[in-house]
């Protein structure tokens, strides 16, 4: 194979390449970074990278948002599949959303709980002030 | 450690980007997950609950029993942020500070006065305190008010366009914490006290799981909203209308109580008295 | 109201949950008999349903009315039905024994705290009876958020390992979200019957093999399997002790359950049969669990940690039992699910009762505490015999399925692993009960020492709240070990697919 024939797949599925180099960009704040808000930080975007994906996933090319025009009196035109884009990965995301605001408000609290404690939220002089009695 | 996380980080990015290449290209109108259960939802949302926004019917009926739990995650939060901040000791340092507005002068108090100052004379001041910008103070405070009735109309029109419970109540939350940031947290504690948003959230949950119950006490299944048809008067399909438009009200008002609730106990670091 | 069972074990816990909250802003006092209500109501909903699902077959419930796979759908078999029943009561006979650590460390937080641990539960069991497989995220997320939470209220360093537990726990969760989004993908659907069906024929594309790995790993990291464990240790040694003794026992099983669940109903074991590569390593990350977990545990001078060690032991067995491939493995899987659950809040409770008596559970603090405390000691024992795996408590029998199943796959390392640990487990507690026993009270620095006898220990046992819960937790597990026969018979061999690889 030559490189002509990866040039489509990349065009056409980039969409996936953009939500997993976003994920592994988190993931790696996660587990590369000493501070402790970077790693909220990095949480944060591993998170909207799956909620980036799901929501691509209900693209449909030529087809519009997922609210029906309807008319006034209750006459509508003949709903098509293709028109609107699919709702579900919406639905899912919303909920997503909300677990990922709600893990932050968590993380946060605790940090802020670390913090007043140890006075920093560098994972290293946390865990040095730990070791000595 | 940082390049052998490095490494894993890479080696997993990659084995992600192979399995895309089973995955339907972007935007797909024949991909599996357009032609499976979401059409259904197209095209009947309408005839079956005259809801037009697609994602409103979803999100409230179909799925309902998700967004409820959705509902709990966000109550969850706010709980839990209490729990773990909330503390009642005296913060270190003076117990009061006031500030002479003729004058600027500052007066640092060890203990709580007795009676609080009254009037325009002496202000109290947070220790960390800066002069106000008097424009952002008064443009904030003539937002406000058209932010929660923007907030009211998202909530309430959420069947006809993009919006609803989460959405508007985040918006009208969001307006509370404005008038936080932009006068102080006192300010804003005096419009929603902490026991006030404590109890909404709870009872916005609660309506909307109480709106399933009474499915369930009418002799259907949970969140089942067409049984409560007989109770209002209205045909099945209003019935479902209607009680998407209940649980929507719970969610707003749970949301809105929620974002105070943490935004106060992570501002103030759990001792409500001064903040951001 | 026989057919709403289902909706009440999830949701009569959610209201009452609501409604402690409230009475915690309004009426502290009213909080914990209301939470007793909610969790009495799911424990009843929740065995009423075993013995439908025993006497009628596996009952499936509608919720909002929507025929699956458009709406969400509840379905329990006996394999549920039973997880649901343990997990309900555990959850309720901990909250009973709750009152007096609540009441002696955070009084004035009361109604936070129940709220948590009734949501906690309410996620456990929705987590149980779903038949959908992204309501079981939202629900994994109630639960680990209230687990995090009630981790991090713990004293000293309780918030960094809970906001470590919380790290860990995001991408756990995160993965098996991913994984039901390339499971989505493929098929557009979220039903695990559903899916079931319309995976069959992908069974030999990476993006479902991919979905598989994601979700088994994500499951993984949520239950503490080596070499994911890293979080557990601390998380569970140092959280307050209700919430100890509430998500020890009963997070890593659930999500075991659910591990299980993923690889029989909606992969099925045809797949999961294809997968020689991994089930090989999983079975050797299994006997590493094990082994590791029984070496930590050596290693540990505190109850609490120690106990925590054995969780990701444990954790092993199950793990490997499950992957062994056989019908045997997987019913040793399944019974020791149920009665690890027992077995690990037995003596998490017995744990909270000598912490909260004499506030701390390092070896040196246990001296003489078979004279201060013998029914919790008594109690503490039967737990350790029922880890040890000596009959005619449960953990023998569920053991002996497991090395039954190891035989009959050939797979001689789980079957030596097994043996080892539980040789470990005896030195582990008969170190324990040396000290406990023979050696006199720490207090008094030495006075007794001095006059060459020990002074005359005045029993003071832990209060009578905490003491019967744990006698019920101790003859609960001789009572499963009774029941292993019909509980095989008419529980778990129901639910064995007939095509185990």
């Known amino acids: 194979m030559d490189m002509a024939q990866y040039i489509p797949v990349l065009l056409t599925k980039y969409n996936y390449w953009v939500y ?114 | 450690m940082k390049l052998i996380s490095l490494a894993l980080v890479v080696l997993l990015g990659g084995l992600f980007m192979a399995a895309t290449a089973d995955f339907p290209d972007w935007g797909d109108p024949a991909s599996p997950a357009s032609v499976h259960v979401s059409p259904r939802y197209i095209e009947k949302t309408m005839e079956e609950t005259s809801v037009p926004n697609i994602v409103t019917a979803v999100l409230a009926d179909y799925r309902g029993y998700d967004t409820m739990f959705e509902t709990a995650v966000v109550f969850t939060a706010g709980v839990a942020c209490f729990l773990l901040l909330r503390r ?67 909530i309430a029109h959420g069947h006809h366009s993009p ?4 959405q508007g109540g985040v918006i009208l939350g969001a307006s509370i914490i404005l008038l936080a940031l932009s006068w102080d947290l006192r300010t804003a504690m005096g419009r929603l006290s902490e026991a006030a948003t404590g109890l909404m ?70 001792r409500l008295d001064q903040g951001l | 109201m026989t057919q709403h069972f289902p909706a009440l074990l999830v949701t009569a816990p959610l209201l009452c949950a609501l409604l402690v909250s409230i009475a915690g802003w309004l009426r502290p006092r009213l909080c914990l008999p209301i939470a007793l209500v909610g969790l009495g109501v799911a424990t009843l909903a929740a065995t009423g349903m075993l013995a439908q699902v025993l006497t009628s077959g596996p009952i499936g419930y509608r919720l909002g009315g929507w025929d699956p796979p458009w709406g969400i759908y509840y379905f329990l078999d006996q394999l549920n039905a039973v997880v649901a029943a343990v997990v309900a009561w555990v959850a309720l006979v901990n909250l009973a024994a709750s009152h007096r650590a609540v009441q002696a460390d955070y009084e004035d937080k009361q109604g936070p705290f129940y709220t948590l641990y009734v949501l906690a539960v309410t996620g456990l069991l929705g987590m149980v009876a779903t038949g959908d497989a992204f309501n079981l995220y939202v629900l994994l997320e109630i639960s680990s958020l209230t687990g995090y939470a009630l981790i991090g209220l ?36 979220l039903n695990m019957a559903d ?11 990476l993006a479902v093999t991919t979905a598989f790995s994601l979700i088994v790993v994500g499951l993984w990291m949520k239950m503490a399997f080596f070499p994911l464990h890293a979080w557990l240790p601390n998380a569970y040694s140092q959280a307050p002790g209700p919430a100890a003794s509430l998500l020890a026992p009963l997070m890593t099983k659930v999500m075991v359950y659910v591990m299980i669940r993923m690889m029989l109903s909606v992969f099925t074991v045809d797949f999961v049969g294809t997968q020689a590569v991994l089930q090989q390593a999983v079975g050797w990350l299994a006997v590493a669990a094990i082994v590791a977990g029984a070496l930590f545990a050596l290693a540990q001078r505190d109850l609490k940690r120690m106990l925590a060690y054995i969780v990701v032991g444990e954790v092993g067995y199950m793990v490997g039992g499950a992957w062994l491939g056989n019908r045997i493995g997987m019913t040793g899987a399944v019974l020791h699910l149920i009665n690890d659950a027992v077995m690990t809040f037995c003596v998490f409770l017995a744990a909270g009762c000598i912490f909260q008596k ?138 064995m697919p007939t095509g185990l690889w």
């Open chain 2, 163 to 166: 919006g609803g419970g989460f």
């Open chain 2, 201 to 270: 959230s709870a009872v916005g949950v609660f309506i909307y799981a109480g709106v399933g119950a009474m499915c369930l006490a009418m002799g259907s299944n949970f969140l089942d909203y067409e049984a409560l048809g007989p109770l209002m008067f209205v045909d099945p399909v209003h019935a479902r209308s209607l009680g998407i438009f209940f649980v929507e009200l719970g969610v707003g008002l749970a949301v809105m109580a929620t974002m105070v609730l943490i935004y106060k106990n992570l501002a103030s670091e759990g």
């Open chain 3, 154 to 189: 713990g004293p000293n360093r309780a918030p960094l390992s809970s906001l470590n537990y919380l790290f860990l726990g995001t991408i756990g969760a995160s993965f098996y979200l991913l994984g039901v989004g390339y499971l989505y993908i493929v098929t557009g659907s």
């Open chain 3, 358 to 495: 004499i506030r701390g559970t390092a070896f040196e603090d246990l001296q003489g505490l078979f004279k201060k405390m013998p029914w919790t000691m008594a109690a503490l024992a039967v737990g350790a015999l029922a880890i040890i795996g000596v009959p005619p408590t449960c953990g023998f029998f569920s053991k002996w399925y497991l090395i039954r199943g190891g035989l009959e796959a050939g797979h001689w390392g789980f079957v030596c692993a097994l043996l080892f640990s539980s040789l470990v487990n005896v030195v582990l507690f008969f170190r324990l009960f040396e000290i406990a026993f023979f050696e006199p009270m720490a207090e008094g620095n030495g006075h007794g020492d001095h006059h060459g006898h020990a002074p005359a220990v005045a029993i003071a046992e832990a209060p009578l709240s905490m003491l019967l819960p744990l006698m019920a937790a101790a003859l609960g597990l001789v009572a499963l070990g009774l029941a292993t026969g019909p509980l095989v018979k008419y529980v778990i061999t129901p639910v």
């Open chain 2, 88 to 154: 009642r000791d005296p913060r270190p340092g003076p117990e009061r500070i006031y500030r002479h507005q003729a004058t600027g002068v500052i007066v640092e108090m060890r203990h709580k006065p007795a009676k609080e100052p009254a009037g325009e004379v002496f202000a109290r001041i947070d220790d960390d305190w800066v002069p106000h910008d008097l424009i952002i103070m008064n443009v904030c405070r003539l937002l406000i008010p058209f932010i929660q009735l923007f907030g009211l109309y998202v």
């Open chain 3, 195 to 205: 899916l079931a069906e319309l995976l069959k024929p992908l069974y030999g594309s």
């Open chain 1, 20 to 133: 997993i180099t976003l994920m592994m960009i988190g993931l790696w704040a996660m587990i590369a970074k000493n501070n402790l808000v970077k790693k909220i930080i990095g949480m944060s975007i591993f998170q909207t990278a799956i909620i980036l994906f799901y929501v691509s996933i209900g693209a449909k090319y030529g087809a519009t948002i997922p609210i029906l025009r309807h008319g006034h009196n209750g006459a509508h035109e003949a709903i098509r599949t293709v028109d609107y884009i699919n709702p579900l990965p919406h639905v899912l995301m919303l909920t997503a959303i909300v677990v990922s605001v709600a893990t932050l408000g968590v993380a946060l609290a605790l940090s802020i709980r670390i913090h007043r404690r140890h006075r920093t939220l560098e994972e290293d002089d946390i865990l040095t002030q730990l070791r000595e009695p």
